[in-house]
């Protein structure tokens, strides 16, 4: 049973000062599942990404992400080991191109030193081709091929959002975790999205792990469901079984109006 | 006449390079060619020979090394957004590697030390004697070791405390060179009295070129100034092959997001301490140039004005622009050494007097800088990067108008 956890964090607390964003929270993820976190706003779901991500070190609590601990480490070294992510206000590298986006999170990828560099050995050379053609093909993948050479600010948004994700998939993570991605989408650009999702983990045989408000792509897409409010983990379960939970109800609608929708 | 044939010879070659091989369009190669020419055979003409013209070699060469010190500013404040106000640190360990290794001062550490290794001089002068170029390769060494140690503590901060950080790290080794004249009981560096005079040179590999001179005095020359160039040139390559390639995407991805960055795998604290290292390899081997032009090494030359006169070279030419940035700190050299003088006495006005504009040196500076960012923000050579993007953002913006 273990291996097939890509992900455990075992009884999470994230304390800030007086506030507790996250509240003894154990969540994992199946290898090659897609899975959901939602919740009302300010409910820890972000935080809880900073946690896994190691942007954050938490208070309590332990996370394995693929047979190997995970806190202590820095940033790019969790990256690096295969966790990629996208932010929920869009954090491209502004005047930097699409597919120089894209090549930045070949990074840990690159063998090429600084010699090399300078000198421009063929080595060197052949290695940036085929980043560079392998991010053009990641563009394609996510649908906005063509605009290697645009500056990333100048992308319309829903590209934005786009680039975003094949930067991710850039890393060539085994987790990739969502946050947000359809927000500002329209519902048809959503329903793309969800079948978008699908073919991330089917091709590529990635993990996701998405935190998502549009009910429409959560019930879409994930396979489990974990809700959290204030910061503590209030239900989980398939996207049925999470439907029908009256806490998730009393959390969304307020205690008076669960019983009107049930 | 043959400097005519020479210039003729360059122009031709250059220009004609750039317009057929490189394809560029022709009023470009040309200006391009007059550049490298006028590069190639500056210190022959009549004006830079003489000393109290308004362009006098001991300038023009005082501009080259300023402009490697700017090339090396640019790596770090241009290329990996990082505000570095304590950049004399380098030049300061580039400076005093001169003097350690060229001169008679380590005899104060140790009486009976004499090596000399490829060096012109004198047998008869105790102390440590080496070949210029292993100077070179010292200071730069001991520079690029100072800019990891120095970088190591005060890369984690960002912005603004970084900034304020490293202009205490510069403020801090002024003062522990100008005490150092008694480490426990050891002379390191002369206090403020300073180290000197320093050897002359030998010019090395050149020694084989004719007309090249074998032995170069302390001050410029014409031997004194292609060496200098010739190192700007070796920076200028390293600068642009390293932006374009992997460690140059991972500085521009901190610049305009660290922690975006550091998401998508580029280790923080290993990029920025490249960009240090880099930085101040430029700023070891200027300052080490440095002290063999002027012939002595003294602590007052490092002072926290060196570290925004740079800074000020970077911001106006053009940061992150290589030819921006030798054009702002060829600018900045001239007016300061010469072009505030010149211009004064063109006017008449005596140096003593009120209105001389040596005494408005930072008035002037002051004015220029805040014109600039009114009316030229990216400094007068933006990097081509950033007049893209401004110009894309022009469009997208004109067709979102053309939209609605």
């Not at chain 1, 003894?24 to 972000?46: E, M, R, W, Y």
């Not at chain 2, 100034?225 to 642009?240: K, M, Q, R």
């Not at chain 2, 004064?344 to 209105?355: A, H, N, R, T, Y």
Request: aromatic letters at 10%; charged letters at 15%; proline letters at 4%.
């Amino acid at each position: 049973m273990a291996q097939d956890l890509l992900l455990d964090a075992r009884n999470i607390t994230m304390q800030f000062g007086g506030l507790k964003a996250i509240n003894d929270v154990t969540f994992t993820i199946p290898n090659q599942s897609i899975v959901a976190l939602i919740g009302p706003n300010g409910a820890g779901k972000t935080t809880f990404f900073n946690v896994l991500t190691g942007l954050y070190r938490p208070t309590e609590g332990s996370v394995t992400f693929d047979g190997n601990p995970v806190l202590k480490r820095p940033p790019h070294d969790i990256a690096s080991s295969g966790m990629a992510r996208t932010f929920q206000n869009i954090r491209l590298f502004g005047s930097m191109t699409a597919a120089e986006n894209v090549m930045v999170a070949m990074h840990p990828h690159l063998k090429s030193g600084v010699w090399s560099t300078i000198l421009r050995l063929p080595k060197q050379r052949a290695e940036e081709r085929e980043a560079r053609a392998t991010a053009k093909e990641l563009l394609e993948f996510v649908g906005i091929g063509g605009t290697d050479d645009e500056f990333a600010k100048n992308l319309p948004y829903g590209d934005q959002r786009r680039l975003e994700v094949a930067r991710a998939l850039a890393l060539r993570p085994k987790l990739l975790l969502l946050d947000e991605p359809t927000a500002g989408m329209n519902p048809q650009e959503s329903a793309a999205f969800t079948a978008f999702v699908h073919r991330v983990r089917d091709e590529r045989g990635i993990t996701i792990l998405l935190i998502e408000h549009d009910m429409k792509v959560v019930m879409g897409t994930a396979e489990h469901i974990t809700v959290l409010e204030y910061g503590a983990k209030i239900a989980e379960g398939t996207g049925a079984e999470i439907r029908t939970n009256q806490r998730v109800i009393e959390a969304y609608l307020g205690k008076g109006a669960a019983g009107g929708v049930a | 006449m043959l400097l005519s044939v020479i210039s003729l010879a360059i122009f031709v070659l250059v220009g004609g390079y750039m317009a057929a091989v490189r394809k560029v369009a022709p009023p470009k190669a040309a200006l391009v060619g007059v550049l490298a020419t006028l590069t190639a055979v500056l210190p022959h003409l009549g004006f830079v020979k003489s000393p109290t013209s308004f362009f006098p070699l001991f300038t023009v060469v005082l501009c080259a090394v300023y402009a490697l010190f700017a090339l090396g500013l640019n790596i770090v404040v241009g290329y990996a957004g990082l505000l570095d106000l304590g950049y004399v640190a380098f030049f300061l360990f580039g400076a005093y590697a001169g003097g350690w290794f060229m001169s008679d001062f380590l005899v104060n550490v140790n009486e009976d030390i004499s090596v000399r290794v490829l060096s012109p001089a004198s047998k008869l002068i105790p102390g440590v004697h080496l070949s210029f170029w292993m100077v070179f390769i010292i200071a730069g060494v001991i520079a690029a070791i100072a800019g990891v140690i120095i970088g190591a503590p005060t890369l984690r901060l960002k912005s603004d405390y970084l900034a304020l950080v490293t202009l205490g790290f510069g403020e801090l080794l002024y003062e522990v060179f100008r005490n150092g004249d008694d480490v426990f009981g050891i002379n390191l560096t002369n206090g403020t009295k300073g180290i000197g005079p320093l050897d002359n040179i030998g010019s090395g590999p050149l020694n084989y070129i004719p007309g090249f001179d074998k032995i170069l005095l302390v001050g410029a020359s014409p031997a004194k100034y292609y060496i200098i160039v010739g190192i700007c040139a070796l920076f200028v390559w390293v600068s642009l092959k390293l932006r374009s390639g992997k460690l140059g995407r991972a500085w521009m991805a901190i610049r305009e997001d660290e922690l975006a960055a550091s998401l998508m795998g580029v280790p923080l604290m290993k990029t920025k301490l490249w960009s240090y290292a880099i930085g101040a390899i430029a700023g070891g081997v200027g300052g080490a140039f440095y002290a063999t032009i002027v012939g002595t090494v003294n602590v007052d030359n490092f002072t926290f004005s060196f570290s925004i006169i740079i800074l000020c070279a970077v911001i106006l030419g053009g940061m992150g622009n290589v030819w921006g940035v030798i054009l702002g700190a060829v600018a900045i050299t001239w007016v300061n050494y010469t072009g505030l003088t010149w211009v004064g006495e063109k006017l008449g006005v005596k140096p003593s007097s009120f209105w001389s504009p040596k005494k408005w040196e930072f008035a002037l500076f002051g004015l220029v800088l805040v014109l600039m960012m009114l009316f030229r923000p990216d400094g007068f050579l933006p990097a081509a990067r950033a007049k893209q993007v401004k110009k894309a953002e022009a469009s997208t913006l004109a067709a979102q108008a053309g939209a609605a």
